[in-house]
């Protein structure tokens, strides 16, 4: 019985429909992908050249990362505000562990992730037991995560410059003769992973229920609280591995990093196709938008425009992702 009454509320919104509007969805964020591409291509020389698509793919694994996980959290029709200062605190605590107290990398990686999930879980246990919103709950988690940061760290920057294998965690290349950094192949990895999750687990059967029609979800059976707290601890391991590949790319830890990164995360997940209502979203479709976002960034900084004037045109292309999300809910 529960999972006929599942099944119904994940396929409800698929019903006669000619293309479904993932799929539309996608296809044009593919094609405004390759029209960005074509554009910057022909408006400077060095858009293509190789170590420019490298540092582009290298942002794209941060902000993708991070979009990943936030993709879970929206399906739910929830919103995840802490990524980027959560983010900078996992970078934190992984150069505490490895810099000040000298322990192993793979602990101050392990102790990043850990840092990420429990953030995630606090918000969790906040939203379903609390029941404070998410947009509450996640907004004073960021800047819980911002405060933390600022006080272990002592506000300065930590260092990796004794331990050099830890930035290959990011800059190193396992594939010979293939100059791919490591954290594209992680993301990547990380991308595969989390689509089977959503796909193909029961975690995003009742993920995707969760956001179609919650109260449902709750009559057919499904402990929905236990399901959002691992949903959102979840989102917050994919966020504390953002922290450590961040870390390891710049080979330090900047505790005033981080914020800014959550509203790129949020419009490459949205621009991808997941719907601001919940119930519907797609991982292939989250890692077009942060190519997108990474593709659009380099882009304005390759041409030169001044720093604020990037920042404006991020904000209009938030405004549109959303409007475009009220457009696709209104035709649906």
């Known amino acids: 019985m529960k999972a006929d009454t599942l ?3 994940t396929v409800t919104k698929k019903k006669n429909k000619g293309i479904p509007s993932n799929t539309l969805q996608q296809v044009l964020a593919f094609s405004s992908l390759v029209v960005l591409v074509i554009f910057f291509s022909f408006a400077s020389s060095s858009f293509m050249q190789w170590s420019n698509i490298v540092g582009i793919l290298l942002s794209t694994a941060v902000i993708g990362i991070l979009a990943l996980g936030a993709t879970f959290v929206i399906i739910t029709g929830g919103i995840d505000l802490s990524v980027g200062t959560v983010m900078t605190l996992s970078s934190v605590i992984t150069g505490i562990i490895v810099v000040n107290s000298d322990l192993p ?3 101050g ?6 840092t990420g999930a429990l953030c995630g879980l606090l918000c969790g246990i906040a939203i379903t037991k609390l029941k404070i919103p998410p947009f509450v709950a996640t907004l004073a988690m960021m800047m819980i995560a911002k ?8 506000a300065a920057p930590i260092y990796f410059t004794d331990k050099p294998m830890f930035t290959k965690i990011a800059l190193g290349s396992i594939i010979p003769g293939v100059n791919i950094p490591n954290a594209v192949l992680i993301f990547f990895v990380l991308g595969i992973i989390a689509a089977i999750i ?3 687990t029961i975690l995003g059967r009742f993920n995707l229920a969760i956001g179609s029609n919650e109260d449902a979800t709750k009559l057919s059976g499904v402990n929905v609280d236990y399901w959002k707290m691992t949903i959102y601890t979840l989102a917050g391991a994919f966020t504390g591995i953002a922290g450590v590949l961040m870390a390891s790319r710049l080979n330090s830890a900047q505790p005033a990093l981080g914020q800014g990164y959550e509203l790129e995360a949020i419009a490459a997940v949205v621009i991808g196709g997941t719907s601001l209502s919940g119930g519907k979203g797609t991982i292939i479709g989250t890692i077009i938008g942060a190519l997108i976002m990474s593709v659009l960034t380099n ?8 720093q604020e004037w990037q920042t404006v045109v991020i904000g209009f292309v938030i405004i549109l992702a959303v409007y475009m999300d009220i457009l696709r809910r209104g035709k649906s």
Request: charged share 15%; glycine share 12%.
């Open 109 to 114: 990686v392990i102790g990043g992730i850990l």
């Open 147 to 154: 405060g933390l940061a600022l006080v272990i760290s002592k």
């Open 105 to 107: 990398i793979v602990i």
């Open 7 to 9: 099944d119904q509320i």
């Open 198 to 200: 959503l796909s193909k």
């Open 299 to 306: 882009g304005l900084r390759v041409l030169s425009i001044p």
